[in-house]
Each structure stands twice: as C-alpha cells, then as structure tokens.
C-alpha cells in the first residue's frame, strides 16, 4: 500500500505542475481537497457505515492540520528555492520521523537508522544539482518536512485503532478549508481557471489525495513509522522516473545511483523486521 501510494504521489509531480499553470497553489490544493473528502464519501458508505468509536474525528483534524501546514510551507519555500534543492529538502522528513519518534516511545532500530543515513545520501544525489547552501526558502522547506513527519508519526498513533478512510476524509476536509481561506485572502482565482485545471486537479483529488493519502493511512497500520517514511520517500524517485518514462528525461549517472541507494536502504531498514 505505501509502495503504490508513493507510485501515485511520484506521477502527480506532472499535475501539480501544469496545474499551477492555472490557477494559485491555495486554489490548487483547496480543489484537490475537497475532491478529496468527496470521493471518499461513497466508500465509506459502502466499507465503513456502521463505525461507532469517534477517535476518526481527533486523528483525522489532527492529520488535516499538520497537512495544511505541511503543504503551505512546501508552497512558500518552493517560491525561492530550485526544484532539485526542495526535493531534498521535503525529503529530510525520513530524518525528522526516527528523531521525533523518540518523545512519543517510537524508537527506530539500528537498521532502520542505518537505512535513514543511507536513503539521505541518495536523495543528496538524486536530487542535488548545484551547490548546496542554505536561503531562506530552503529554511521554511526544512520546517515543512519537520510538519511532515509529524503527520506521519500521528497517522501511527492514531490509525491502528479506529477507520483509516474516515481519518482521510476528514484531514481533507480541514486542509481544504483552510486553503479555501487562503485562496480567498490571497488569490481569488475565476471559474474558468479552476475548469481549465480540471484534469490535474482531478488526479491530485482523487488519486494522489483520495487513494494515495488513504493508502498511507491504512498502510501504515501494518508497518514500523521509521520504514513507512522510508517507503513513502520513494515518491521522488518516481518523480524523476515518470520524468524519464513520460518526458523522456535522461537520468544521470548521479540521479541512478542515488536512487540504488535509495533502494538499498529501505532493503536495509526491513532486517529489523527479522530482528524483532
């Protein structure tokens, strides 16, 4: 599930993308999730109807607003910092989560520790083209993955023990009012734009938010916080393949190899499964 949802979030790079061509980042992402929320209805009609426990609610506001958060941050920092240097950056969140993790008793292994050292290696590789400094744009990048790791590791608390579908529905609910807000204060986008966006608004809703965020929160049931960030990490190298695939893109002889170290770690992280 988090192998596939990370598939999903790698291609939606390309709607993110010319969706911005469109309409504002806060239009953008308010559209993506409310379609979101909307396209989960249904399902949980069908799978999920007769839950009685409410910890959805508190896990799924929780989860919305580190989202919302997380998201807007990446938006702003994006705004001055080069596409190379911000995919490492948000990828420091698999650094951020074992570093967390040990104020809410949720201790990584020593080869899940090793995994993270090794995968940060790749990702400098993979994603790094220039020099590397820090700006202010690179600075709010690096708190929103901090905010991102903070999602994840309440999706570990609170998805093992109430309805992951309703946890996704309503975080995306909170993220799309909240960036209804700022779409209103800040962009005041036209009808026709959005209708313009529609296509990659409806992958970024219904794909990379209504599956893609649901496989997570599901998939994270059945699976340790520290190896879980590391398989979700995989989403910026399927960014750089869809780019390859898709665009016909060369890949470097750098980007190749930090994606095989990339692999290497997450094979690394799960010997811990056979430790424990």
């Not at 949720?106 to 820090?134: D, H, N, P, Q």
Request: positive net charge; hydrophobic residues 55%; aromatic residues 12%.
């Amino acid at each position: 599930m988090l192998l596939l949802a990370s598939l999903i979030w790698g291609f939606a790079f390309a709607a993110q993308s010319a969706g911005m061509d469109y309409v504002g980042p806060f239009t953008f992402t308010a559209c993506r999730s409310f379609l979101g929320a909307i396209a989960l209805v249904p399902v949980i009609f069908v799978m999920d109807r007769n839950r009685e426990d409410k910890l959805w609610i508190k896990g799924g506001l929780l989860c919305g607003l580190c989202l919302s958060v997380a998201m807007t941050l990446q938006q702003v920092g994006l705004v001055s910092t080069s596409a190379g240097k911000s995919g490492f950056l948000t990828a420091l969140y698999i650094l951020f989560v074992p570093i967390l993790g040990t104020f809410v008793h949720r201790t990584a292994s020593k080869f899940e520790k090793i995994g993270v050292l090794i995968a940060l290696v790749g990702f400098y590789y993979l994603c790094m083209k220039e020099s590397f400094s820090l700006a202010y744009g690179d600075l709010v990048l690096i708190c929103s993955a901090i905010v991102f790791a903070v999602h994840i590791l309440v999706i570990d608390r609170y998805s093992p023990y109430t309805s992951g579908l309703r946890i996704s529905m309503v975080q995306f609910l909170v993220a799309g009012t909240v960036n209804l807000v700022l779409m209103v204060l800040f962009e005041q986008p036209h009808r026709s734009d959005i209708a313009a966006a529609w296509i990659p608004i409806a992958y970024a809703g219904i794909l990379s938010s209504a599956v893609g965020y649901t496989l997570q929160i599901v998939g994270q049931k059945h699976t340790r916080v520290t190896q879980a960030s590391l398989i979700m990490s995989l989403e910026s190298v399927f960014s750089v393949l869809a780019g390859w695939i898709v665009l016909n893109q060369t890949l470097s002889i750098y980007e190749l190899f930090g994606c095989g170290l990339i692999f290497v770690a997450i094979c690394v992280a799960q010997i811990s499964v056979k430790e424990n």
